[in-house]
Structures are given as C-alpha cells and as structure tokens.
C-alpha cells in the first residue's frame, strides 16, 4: 500500500484494519488473477484500497456503492471526496457509485444489458464464492432526486444499542431488548456483546427480539487482546470502542426496562464530550475510593465512540489500575470520563422501593421526582443476592434482578418487566419446574455460603 499519509481516512472511523489478515487468508481461494470487486458500503474506502493494492495489485478493478447520504449532508459529500482521493491513489482502476445499493446494482445490471459483449458474467455458475454471509443485509432503496422529510429516517439510519451478555444476563437482555423494540418505532440495530453465551442463548434472543423487518441483532465476540477477557465479562464497557462499528451507540445493561422511544435519548446533545449519563442514585459524589465528584452510574450510556477512540489507550490503562475497585468498570469510567453530559434521573430510575427512598445529603443534590414515572428502570443489585443481604438493616428491602431467587421486592416496575419476559422466548419459564428447581438451589447455596463465612469468621 502508498504511504498512509497520501490517503484521507479519518482514524476514529477504522473499522478494518483489524480484519486485514483474515481478508488476507481468503485472497489465497481466489483463482481469478483480475478480479473485478463490487463493495457495496465503502464509506470512505479504506477496505476498497487495500482490496485495490492486495487482491488486484496484478490486475483488476473495483466499483464501490455508497449513498453518501445523497450528498444532502456535509458528512456525506466529505466522505464522497475522500473515496474518490483515495481510491486515485492507488493508480488501479476504480468506480464510485453514490447512489443506495438496490437503484445502484440495477444500474449496473441494465448497464450490462445494453453492452453487445456484457463483462459481467450473470450464470450462477461463472462465479466463485469464497465466503458466504448468513445473515441478512440491509438493501437501500431509496433514490436521488426525491423529497425527503426525515433525511435521517430515510437514509435507514436509526439507533445503535450496544449489550454486554453472558448466560446468566441472557433471560434480562431479551427484556431490555424487547422493551426497546415496543417502545421504540423505527430502525434499531442491536450489538451484542458476547462475554459467555451459549447458542441456546443466542437462539432465544433473536426470537425474542427480531419481530419487525427494521430490527437486527449482531452478535460480536470478544477479541484475544479484549480488556474483558484478561479482567473479566464486566470490563467489556471498556473495550465498546474497538467491537463496534459506528461512531454513536447507545449502551443498556442488560438489567434494564425500556418505558418510552429511545430516539429522544439517542438525539441528545453530547455538547462535544465523549458520553452522556445519569448519576448514581446509590452514590451520587463518588466513594472513599475514588475523589469526591458527581458520579454516573454505568447502566445507561450515550458514547461517542469517535472522541473516545482518540484516547482510548489511555482508558484502557486506566482499567488496568483499577481493576481491584470497589465498583470496577464503573468506577474506571468516572475516573477516565472526568467531563460528561448529565441526563435526567428519567433515564435511568436506580434503587426505586429500596434505598433511593433512604435520605442522603449526597442524594439530596438529585431530582428524584424524575423517577416517578421513568422513561428506563433499572433492576440494579445483584442476580441472586447473599443470605447477609438479604438480613442486612441497612438497605431493606434489599435490591436483586427480577429473575434472580428473590425477584425485586417492592420493586414498583417488576411486573412490568414480567409481562415482557412473557412476549420473549422465556415466556412461562417462571412456572416451569426447572425455574422452581434453580430457585431453590440459589437459596440453599446462599445459605451455606453464609454458614461458611460464618464458620470461618469463628475459626470452625
């Protein structure tokens, strides 16, 4: 390839690099020595050069298909100048189509009718298929010259909602996710981040989720070098920026209930800082561990993973140094994210029955009226919550998740959340002797783990 500087990529827009050496390991099934390329999705042509200067550095050609929001955006005629310099740079030949990927394709096809001696070879069988892609592809269908009213309606362009998952999170993120889709119309593109899942799991979520044609689920697995496999699932916030292919995401965990549409969240004003959250009900200044500040809660967030990309080794490290934090992820984020933007309590409802209601001059700082009616609740406390928990004095009723042995006690919403788990593929579970069976072995290994402690505490 030319000297990178020659070209115009915008760095925190790299979503390929990484996958050069798998691409690689495929050039080596193809027998074509000048193979002609149509990429549809170029953006600004960072995979369409290095197919340019790998796969036909003896030969061949590339048509690229990209709306390029029809030009009727900055953005959109910016990355139409950068694909052209780009792809020029090579000095291979190169096509750009700006137009959505159905009217482009039919115009290469009609263009292929007319030609006496058509290039494009049209049976089935004198085309190579190297790799196939199982799942389904968004197909554009809109065309130029048209009147639009919700530009960003229009182009398909809709909200990215990021989970992190493991099994045991499977059963609350078809909730969070199902709530989402109700109360959310329009396009919505789920990422889930696979920490442990098995394909049972899997299977479940997308018939719990995929129930309109403008929903999709994708799943990503965590690299080797992920932040969440050297510290665990949890971390896995920390590593959103390399997984994720866009630029703005919206993360959820996976013990939250969507009330309302998601799109007047997705909209918010970041004010040019990294994310924007909703303060911490249980610890609104922080704890002893860290310096006193407002602190967020890390269960609702709008990232934009463009500005935290350009210091994201910076909040890696910091997730090493604070790996032993009371509060982990959590706490690591506050302290990397020193300016965010402050949501509305609306966003994320915490400790609602148990300890938001206990008086804390901290605490008296947040407007907890917003909680009343919230637009996402969230479950937070502990799965299955220990027997000194459960006792303590301290915060009664005690928090837990919903589908945990204890369920949310007083929890205002939790039967809310149980009439979407019934529209999942979890439906009736809770009837179900297999739910019986693992309640009770919950509650037996949290009473012998409290008799152990106990016992060890005594010197027995």
Known sequence: MS??????????QDWFSHNEDHWKRLFTLITSKEPRVLEIGSWEGRSAVFLLNHLCQDGGEIVCID??????TP???????????????????????SQFSFPALMKLLEEEIAVSQPSLQTHPSHHQVVLRKTTEMRIGFLVENQAVEDTDEAMGYGINVVLTVDSSYALGAAVTMRSAVEATPGRITFYIVDCGLEDVD????GQSVNIRDDVTMVFLSLPE?????????????LDLHVLLPVERVLYLDSDTLVRTNLKGLWKTDLRGLPLAAVPDVGHPMGHDGIDRKMYFNAGVMLMDLAK???NSQSLLETGRKMKNSLFRDQDALNVHFVEWTALSLKWNAQGLGTYANYPSADRDILNLNDMVDPYIVHFTGPVHPTLAQVL?????????KPWGYLGSPNHPFQQDWRSIMEKTSWQGIRSSDTWKENTEREVQRSIQ???DEFRKKIGL
């Open 3 to 12: 000297q990178l500087s020659s070209y115009h990529f915008t760095e925190t």
């Open 67 to 72: 709306h390029f929001d029809l030009f009727h």
């Open 75 to 97: 953005a959109g005629r910016e990355r139409f100048e950068k694909i052209n310099h780009n792809l020029s740079q090579t000095g291979k030949p190169f096509r750009v189509l």
């Open 202 to 205: 899997k299977d479940k979520l």
């Open 225 to 237: 070098n992920a932040l969440a496999r050297e510290l665990g699932p949890v971390w896995a916030k």
């Open 308 to 310: 935290i990309r350009m």
């Open 392 to 400: 303590s004095p301290y915060v009664q009723p005690p928090t837990a």
């Open 449 to 451: 783990s409290a008799i």
